[in-house]
């Protein structure tokens, strides 16, 4: 059992390239989010779909589209990096019991 | 809105000594309340969960927790440190997003180190 996977691992953009991250979770959760993680400032959401079908925006939403390609897959995607968007991104998605399973997370570099 | 205060930036025990993380959370209706851990390079581990009921609360790896409303905290106790569980600890509360599903709120985290 996989439980939640981000693709890539690392990942060093220049400035104004785009890339999307990949997220993929097994256990047929239906809510997924997308964190980002800073020093000294903890997680904070990005986009989030409480279902197949619908995105939402987080708290930090400016820079980033989403896509929920199906129930599995959520995708987030930089259109033009900037060195702001220098951040470690995790994708987690949610049981029905309201805990949220995270991924091992994506380490982005913006020259 | 909701907050969460983690007031260690940095703590370090003995191994074989006791732990108490602090966490304490700003939040007007009854918390649901989250302790992750996240070892260096890797994505966070739930530890235990406060939705309702008994306030003290066991987790993994020998953590527990107990949810104080009176004091706005849920603080997290080991009673033996492993070296281990070395790593960084996030408190989190949860509270639910107009367009379903719950958004965290996460502390600062607090490094914990064991010495040997």
Request: glycine share 10%; aromatic share 12%.
């Amino acid at each position: 059992n996989a439980g939640v996977t981000q693709t890539p691992k690392f990942q060093v953009l220049k400035t104004g390239q785009s890339m999307t991250l990949q997220c993929a979770q097994d256990m047929n959760h239906n809510s997924m989010y997308w964190y980002r993680q800073d020093p000294g400032m903890g997680l904070r959401l990005i986009y989030y779909s409480a279902s197949e079908g619908t995105t939402d925006k987080g708290e930090v939403p400016n820079g980033y589209n989403v896509s929920r390609l199906n129930k599995r897959e959520f995708s987030l995607r930089l259109e033009s990096a900037a060195p702001s968007q220098t951040s470690v991104y995790f994708c987690a998605s949610e049981s029905w019991g309201g805990e949220q399973y995270f991924g091992p997370g994506t380490r982005l570099t913006v020259t | 809105a909701q907050s969460v205060t983690q007031p260690d930036i940095h703590i370090t025990v003995s191994e074989g000594a006791s732990l108490e993380l602090r966490c304490n959370y700003s939040y007007g209706a009854t918390p649901y309340l989250f302790w992750y851990v996240q070892s260096p390079g890797q994505g966070l581990q739930l530890l235990l969960k406060y939705f309702s009921g008994d306030t003290l609360v066991q987790g993994i790896k020998g953590f527990e927790a107990e949810f104080k409303r009176s004091q706005s905290s849920f603080n997290l106790r080991k009673p033996s440190v492993h070296w281990s569980d070395a790593a960084e600890y996030f408190c989190a509360v949860a509270s639910i997003l107009t367009g379903g599903g719950n958004k965290l709120t996460f502390g600062t985290g607090t490094q914990l180190k064991v010495e040997l």
